[in-house]
């Protein structure tokens, strides 16, 4: 599968403990996957090999809603 990058916006992030929390949940599908944050626009930008929609979803788990 190859590696994708995906730029979310995600609102509910306000401290790096929600950082941590959606890197932990996408690292558990994806160990190799690298997540960087930038809280104070809420942008998440994800490399991985998942797919678009799962990133999301484990995103919409931890509590937080995905924009765009």
Do not use: F, N, W
């Amino acid at each position: 599968m190859s590696t994708q990058i995906h730029d979310l916006t995600v609102s509910g992030m306000s401290c790096q403990h929600c950082v941590k929390a959606i890197t932990k949940a996408i690292q558990g599908e994806d160990p190799s996957a690298i997540v960087e944050v930038e809280l104070p626009q809420g942008l998440t930008r994800v490399t991985t090999t998942l797919a678009r929609d799962t990133v999301a979803h484990l995103i919409e788990e931890e509590g937080y809603v995905v924009q765009a």
